[in-house]
């Protein structure tokens, strides 16, 4: 993709003008909700009147993760509150307050989620063909939804938030442990400062549902947007010679990766690499995540990082630079990683994300220079791939 390397002022205007549109004019843009379904149809609109033959595609979602891990923290806790003679409900609540965490920290199988998935969320798709025979696919992932702000996220503490979670992770799988052996004294006591915990978690849950607000999502994630409309139209008019690209902007990404999963279970991951851009709206480092996750861990395809990492050395200006412990949370590619897809992220951080869920998060905190390092970046990677620079190694 010569032609693509070169980023054009126009290409820039088109990302910024993305991102303008997404989060200015729109606004917040709830999982499931009216600014959801508005953004999804504006990307549309503006991916066709690029050449981009883009359309929006139905799943089931919900609107916050709060949902799902508000319940298996109330089952935690459950237990707690019946009486002691009331052993098999204490017992049958404890052990699914577990399941629900193992089976929603896989991004595999999550039965709660499919059972809270009752609103109407949808993905933004396009395919792109290669010149010649496409010798493999290339998915440019982003989200388009936004996330809700509360005390969880406040900026002195929202660095602490995976820890937090793997507190909560780590308390919910003692309890778990513990309540088969509550006829004991000394495990009552442990297990009432556990669940005492939990409470309090839960109450932050329940602060962010209630006094939270949504927010604009400039950065996160309107600027991942941006870079990848911008990219696709480019494509649109200056196809690869050998990869098949698809483009998918994600809806409820911030209520747990549901439309990433939706768009691999719909498709699976065999023959294609999966590239990511989340939160590009710093001005920070262009970081590759070599590593993501929370609960569980993943690592990114080896030969994408290869050829991101060629990409660094020949460009030393898009100050682009692995990372192995990112901020933030799960991202995109994590439902892709959880299934041994091949994948890789991009996030412009540098230890935190800026104005990460805060109502701070809007177009006039977005540094234009690290949208176009990041544009940069993407479309060397995308013409390193082209180039077969990420086939000679594969793994996760």
């Not at 509550?182 to 932050?204: K, M």
Request: aromatic share 4%; charged share 25%; with cysteine.
């Amino acid at each position: 993709m010569p032609a693509t390397e070169s980023i054009r002022e126009e290409d820039l205007a088109v990302a910024m003008d993305t991102i303008a549109e997404l989060a200015a004019d729109i606004g917040p843009r709830r999982p499931t909700g009216p600014g959801e379904a508005a953004a999804a149809e504006a990307l549309v609109a503006r991916m066709r009147s690029a050449g981009v033959d883009a359309r929006a595609e139905e799943f089931a979602g919900y609107s916050t993760f709060g949902a799902p891990f508000g319940i298996v923290l109330g089952l935690a806790i459950l237990p707690g509150l019946l009486p002691r003679r009331r052993r098999l409900p204490r017992l049958l609540a404890s052990t699914l307050a577990v399941a629900g965490l193992l089976t929603e920290g896989s991004l595999r199988f999550a039965p709660l989620s499919a059972l809270l998935a009752r609103k109407p969320s949808r993905n933004v798709v396009a395919t792109i063909e290669s010149r010649g025979p496409a010798e493999r696919t290339l998915c440019l992932i982003a989200h388009m939804d936004t996330s809700r702000s509360g005390l969880i996220f406040h900026p002195r503490v929202v660095g602490w938030m995976p820890r937090w979670i793997a507190a909560n992770s780590i308390l919910v799988l003692l309890q778990g442990a513990l309540e088969p052996l509550s006829a004991w004294r000394p495990t009552r006591r442990i297990l009432g400062l556990v669940r005492g915990a939990l409470v309090a978690s839960l109450g932050l849950l329940g602060e962010r549902e209630v006094r939270g607000v949504d927010v604009p999502g400039a950065n996160d994630n309107a600027s991942g947007c941006g870079v990848v409309t911008a990219l696709a139209a480019r494509l649109a008019a200056e196809p690869l010679q050998s990869t098949r690209v698809e483009v998918l902007i994600t809806g409820c990404e911030e209520a747990g990766t549901l439309g990433a999963q939706a768009y691999r279970d719909s498709r699976g991951t065999e023959g294609r690499l999966f590239l990511n851009f989340d939160n590009v709206g710093g001005p920070g480092t262009v970081r590759f995540l070599r590593r993501e996750g929370v609960i569980a861990k993943w690592n990114a395809d080896e030969g994408m990082i290869a050829a991101a990492q060629g990409v660094a050395d020949r460009r030393p200006d898009l100050r682009m630079a692995p990372e192995d412990d990112p901020a933030g949370l799960t991202y995109d590619t994590s439902p892709i990683h959880a299934v041994g897809g091949r994948a890789l992220t991009i996030s412009v951080q540098d230890g935190f994300i800026p104005n990460l869920h805060w109502p701070t998060d809007v177009v006039a905190n977005v540094d234009r220079d690290g949208v176009r390092r990041t544009l940069e970046a993407g479309a060397e990677l995308v013409g390193a791939i082209d180039r077969g620079e990420a086939d000679g190694v594969r793994g996760g």
